[in-house]
Nanobody, 115 residues
Framework: QVQLVESGGGLVQPGGSLRLSCAASKSIFGVVVMGWYRQAPDETRELVGTITSGSTKYADSVKGRFTISTDNAGNTVYLQMDRLKPDDTAVYYC??????????WGQGTQVTVSS
């Protein structure tokens, strides 16, 4: 059973930066897309961005501030978050989908942007 382990969340002041990491416990065959979602209190989970074969897409709310990348092996996905705003406060989840449609989720990591 593959597990996704997230790290890097925490408390940061507005305008600051954080980098989230998500590592798979073992290699996943046939990864189609890797990405990040977030869920704020009393809100539905929303897509932050995805990376597919090196090509990235982002939600309008984070475009130009957040960057998704992977390691060379494709087993770890990162979310670099710059110029953070209080509205970015949420639990962040990494997500991977493989060629067979199998989906994997991280356990979630809290990001709080507050002065």
């Amino acid at each position: 059973q593959v597990q996704l382990v997230e790290s890097g969340g925490g408390l940061v002041q507005p305008g600051g930066s954080l980098r989230l990491s998500c590592a798979a416990s073992k290699s996943i065959f046939g990864v189609v897309v890797m990405g990040w979602y977030r869920q704020a209190p009393d809100e539905t989970r929303e897509l932050v961005g995805t990376i597919t074969s090196g090509s990235t897409k982002y939600a309008d709310s984070v475009k130009g501030r957040f960057t998704i990348s992977t390691d060379n092996a494709g087993n770890t996905v990162y979310l670099q978050m710059d110029r953070l705003k209080p509205d970015d406060t949420a639990v962040y989840y990494c997500h991977i989908r493989d060629v067979n449609g199998q989906q994997y989720w991280g356990q979630g990591t809290q990001v709080t942007v507050s002065s």
